[in-house]
């Protein structure tokens, strides 16, 4: 949970960040294209990326956990997946695959020197013909061409990935909820046949966690499965993206 929080936070901020800029470039005295800018703004692109599809699947591995420490609970060999170090390194391999997925479209990226920017007369505070590098950024024609681990190779393999979660987590939280009213008809069960020792010792854990707290986790997974149904991830092949601070993403002209 607290990983995807992270994720949500990030993105959140990214959305404002984006309003934001676009309030900013409304002013002709300032050129939001400077190198400096441009810089961070990829890299924010690129981490709002990262973590838009990694909540994704963080998601479908709290399903998939959740599921598993129902059904397998007097498994010792599941025991470990329940404590917190587990989380950790689950959000530490999406978050690395997630980074080489994202590292290999980016790392084709740089910035472009287009034109000269001079601020219009009206603009105070600048000396007498003051120019700065007008930045844009841009993939290089030869990834844009390569038939092969190429962009639109790049786009179809992601688009598939970005497509997964949203089979994934209603297939999950179905199981997930056949599990949990498995396991409340073993509660009743055993509420009316005490005297089955054997049988309440075999399920006692299940009893004890569904009387000791909520059931938070589940339903949170619940409206993430209506949220993904919602609004899915782009799944078709693109070839082109447009942010909605950085505009166009041009190819270079360069080889």
């Known amino acids: 949970m607290a990983g995807i929080a992270a994720c949500d936070f990030f993105n959140m901020g990214s959305i404002v960040y984006d309003r934001v800029l ?3 470039q409304e002013n002709e005295c300032w050129n939001s294209h400077n190198y400096n800018f441009q810089l961070f703004s990829t890299w924010k692109m690129s981490i709002f990326d990262v973590l838009r599809r990694e909540n994704s699947y963080l998601g479908v591995l709290m399903a998939l956990v959740r599921y598993s420490v129902i059904k397998y609970s007097m498994e010792a ?13 689950v959000f530490m391999v999406t978050f690395f695959c997630s980074s080489l ?7 084709h990226f740089y910035l472009l020197e287009t034109f000269e920017w001079s601020p219009p007369e009206q603009c105070r505070g600048y000396p007498a013909n003051y120019t700065q590098m007008y930045y844009m950024p841009v993939i290089t024609k030869e990834f844009f061409r390569r038939p092969w681990l190429g962009l639109q190779s790049f786009m179809f393999v992601d688009g598939l ?11 999950l939280t179905l199981l997930l909820i056949a599990e949990i009213r498995a396991a409340k008809r073993i509660r009743m069960k055993l509420s009316s046949n005490v005297e089955k020792w054997f049988f ?21 997974v619940t409206v993430m499965t209506v949220a993904v ?8 092949p693109l070839l082109g993206y447009q942010s909605q601070s950085d505009g166009p993403l041009w190819f270079s002209p360069q080889n």
């Open 101 to 107: 997925v994202s590292g290999f479209y980016f790392y």
């Open 22 to 24: 676009e309030v900013l």
């Open 200 to 220: 309440l010792v075999r399920h006692y854990s299940i009893i004890k966690f569904y009387r000791s707290q909520p059931d938070h986790t589940t339903k949170l």
């Open 161 to 171: 990935i970005k497509i997964f979660p949203t089979i994934l987590l209603p297939i």
């Open 229 to 236: 149904a919602k609004d899915p991830p782009l799944g078709t």
């Open 77 to 89: 060999k599941f025991e470990y997946i329940s404590k917190p170090i587990f989380g950790i390194f």
